[in-house]
């Protein structure tokens, strides 16, 4: 099958510096993939870049196995809600899909009136004076009416109240379930995450720390609590993410493939959202010890 | 039909708590042969999750032989967990109840009326296995 989103040495300069470096990335299709990292990791460039917004200073980047919007037929395929889901607020809800169906050949009429229907969206009203959640829901709808293979949705959900976020993203996954759409999205509530995705991505100073499938990756990741150890004399197959020392008691988050046999350690199950944090933390660490890093084993 | 929710400190993975969830549903008789799963777009727009999530969850299901899927129709139950012995629940409660009443009476907390009925429990259980 092809990747909905393939990326080699994938790189973006903005005048001196670089908010992408080195991105290589393959995510297969039919997934919901969670994109996380700090402000200004390189989240919005990099999906910036799928959808063809910007163009790549270096590297190669391919969408459904083609250069991101290279003719009408590629832009047709993939939806895109930037930042902040904006819309027009001066045009009405029946503006939007009218505008929607022009510009969209393969529009979908009636899942974007249902849809609106749905919702109990008034079509003579201006987007102007929606709130936010129906804002971000009709910037859904038109995304999702021109029926994309690929949806791309930069934090869709940052500024809506907790409710308007549950809905949004029981929408979201409707849609997902309904039509096999594939999903990337950016968002800094891990928790909203943990539940909708399937497939992980974390960014940090524009780089790529981590990558893969979240059950992959809970199961690879273990949290081991024993009696103080040098971090030098573990297995070689057993990569440390994060160490903290007390004078009796080391603790540990380890990536490894292999079953953690040493009876030494207690070994304990870590949450997606502290895995995330560990990671972001690290790279932080990292920056800070004067570009000495102290990362192993950086999965592609 | 039986609906879901997830409790997101439980530790459990969401797949993990639907299987728990209908299985816990099927030995309380809340769902019985013939009866219909709600379908993985009803289950993902109420809880806001990841479809594959609840695909997983009755897929596990169904090779444990409790549900089949009808293509085009939905996840149909076809199987119980229920057994004869729910008819003697009633009293065993009751006798629990005056057990545990027995052991406030005498001075137990909470805490240690847990330990002590887990701790039985657990000896008892090793007793049968031996």
Known sequence: MTAVLDTDGLGKRYRRRWALTDCTLKIPAGRVVGLVGPNGAGKSTLLNLAVGLITPTCGRIDVLGTLPARGSAELGRVGFVAQDTPTYSGLSVADHLRMGARLNPGWDRQFA??????????????????????????????????????LVLDEPVARLDPLARREFLQSLMEVVADQGVSVVLSSHLVADLERVCDHLIILVASRVRLTGDVDQLLATHHLLTGPRRDTDRLPADLHVVQESHTDRQSTLLVRTEAPILDPAWTVGQISLEDLVLAYMSQARAGASNNGHRRLTGVPR | MIEFHLDTRSGLPPYRQIVDQVRRALRLGLLEEGDQLPTVKDVVGQLAINPNTVLKAYKELEHAGLVTPRPGVGTFVTATLRDASVAAHGPLRRELLRWFAKARRAGLDEESIEALFRDTFRASAEQDIA
């Open chain 1, 113 to 150: 009136e249902d849809r609106i229907a749905q919702l109990g969206l008034d079509p003579a009203q201006r987007a102007g004076k929606l709130s936010g959640g129906e804002r971000a829901q009709l910037a859904l709808t038109v995304a999702v009416a021109k029926r994309p293979e690929l």
